[in-house]
């Protein structure tokens, strides 16, 4: 492939301006395409493990983000009755993995990335559609807005539903449910004092952490039929989780029903046969759309990101380096799934019997489950920062 001179990103999520800033970092000209009307991304936090920090370092940001983060690790796992089955703590999870696993709002992030991009670089109100996927004896095409953007490398982040992805593998089919949905907030609880956790219940679970800023991140997931709604979601919560033990109940005093944000779930189940095809290069949750059970699906796309600018002469090797990695991690994200959200009761008894042997035993099981994932590092990390890197950051 030619050498890259002009990038064009589609989509303004996580993956896509840690592309765009990555491949800025490069020497390339970037410009982002989001269909949205601004970046103001959906009103919920993301976790970030050492792994994606990692490679937030590579485009001088990690430490940046660590400063607007909460630590978190500190708190386990729970039964409904309030019980710990496993305790964990954010040193031992930060001496496990070489780092901390950390906690922010999503639109903290957007900022951050955003703000690395120079002025004009990031285009809202932009549909695009993927023209030409091109070849090494012509650019990749991109319409949007009436106009046809030519370029030498174009990134498709445009998420689960990802156009990009069914433009260039059209057989494949595409994501599937997940079999539950989920609920988020992100709000003040005043005067609730709790440790970070994560409670399993029957096809039910629910984690509450807290945020730098003082707001509670609350989440829930429960087994049930896809494309479900309530008239009134936090009265849909207080149902499901009303009688768990605190902090839930305060939490859900605290929020109104604009507060929640509900999605199902879903999940590409059978992997793609590459994450390139001719000039474009796929991220993100357009590459390989997982459950949120292991947190990994930002971090993934932060990677993704990281991997393919350094990679972005030869999208073949970035799919070799890619595609194995994600794959297991999908893996493991659906299996995870399958345990905390089980539904049986003689086999829920035996899985909270296991965690709580095994967490004796051991390191927590939160901390065993990103065995293999947290302690990612970034291909020649030093060689890919650019005169660019704010010197502090190298």
């Known amino acids: 492939m030619t050498q890259l001179g002009h990038a064009v990103v589609i989509g303004g999520g996580i993956g896509g301006l840690t592309a765009a800033v990555a491949l800025h970092m490069r020497g390339l000209r970037v410009t982002v395409l989001e269909r949205a009307p601004s970046l103001e991304p959906v009103g919920a936090a993301i976790s970030l493990a050492p792994n994606s920090l990692r490679a937030l370092d590579v485009i001088g940001l990690g430490d940046e983000i660590r400063d607007l983060a909460v630590w978190s690790g500190d708190g386990g796992l729970r039964t409904p009755s309030g019980r710990w089955l496993s305790r964990s703590s954010?040193?031992?999870?930060?001496?496990?993995?070489?780092?901390?696993?950390?906690?922010?709002?999503?639109?903290?992030?957007?900022?951050?990335?955003?703000?690395?991009?120079?002025?004009?670089?990031?285009?809202?109100?932009?549909?695009?559609?993927?023209?030409?996927?091109?070849?090494?004896?012509?650019?990749?095409?991109?319409?949007?807005?009436?106009?046809?953007?030519?370029?030498?490398?174009?990134?498709?982040?445009?998420?689960?539903?990802?156009?990009?992805?069914?433009?260039?593998?059209?057989?494949?089919?595409?994501?599937?449910?997940?079999?539950?949905?989920?609920?988020?907030?992100?709000?003040?609880?005043?005067?609730?004092?709790?440790?970070?956790?994560?409670?399993?219940?029957?096809?039910?679970?629910?984690?509450?952490?807290?945020?730098?800023?003082?707001?509670?991140?609350?989440?829930?997931?429960?087994?049930?039929?896809?494309?479900?709604?309530?008239p009134d979601e936090r009265a849909e919560l207080l149902s499901r989780y009303g009688d768990w033990h605190d902090p839930i109940p305060a939490v859900l005093a605290a929020a109104r029903p604009e507060d929640v944000l509900r999605h199902d779930v879903h999940h590409i189940a059978e992997p793609l046969p590459a994450y390139h095809h001719g000039r474009v290069a796929l991220v993100g949750d357009a590459a390989h759309a997982m459950p949120p059970t292991l947190g990994q699906g930002g971090n993934q796309a932060i990677e993704d990101a990281i991997v393919l600018a350094h990679h972005r002469d030869d999208l073949p090797a970035y799919t070799a380096a890619r595609l194995p990695r994600t794959t297991a991690v999908a893996r493991r994200a659906v299996r995870v799934a399958r345990l905390n959200l089980m539904t049986n009761r003689a086999g829920i008894a035996v899985r909270d019997t296991a965690v709580a042997t095994l967490s004796k035993a051991g390191p927590a099981l939160v901390l065993r489950g990103f065995d293999g994932i947290a302690d990612w590092r970034p291909p020649q990390r030093d060689a890919v920062c650019s005169e660019q890197t704010p010197a502090g950051n190298r």
């Open 90 to 230: 954010a040193d031992a999870a930060a001496e496990r993995f070489g780092g901390p696993l950390v906690l922010l709002h999503r639109a903290t992030l957007i900022a951050s990335l955003a703000s690395r991009l120079p002025p004009g670089t990031i285009r809202t109100d932009a549909a695009a559609a993927l023209a030409d996927s091109g070849g090494t004896d012509r650019p990749a095409r991109v319409s949007s807005n009436g106009k046809v953007l030519e370029a030498d490398l174009v990134v498709g982040a445009d998420g689960i539903r990802s156009a990009v992805r069914h433009a260039l593998f059209p057989a494949h089919p595409g994501a599937v449910y997940s079999g539950f949905t989920t609920w988020r907030v992100v709000i003040p609880v005043p005067g609730a004092e709790f440790a970070s956790h994560e409670t399993w219940g029957r096809g039910r679970i629910w984690g509450t952490h807290p945020l730098k800023d003082g707001r509670v991140y609350a989440y829930a997931a429960a087994v049930t039929p896809a494309g479900g709604q309530a």
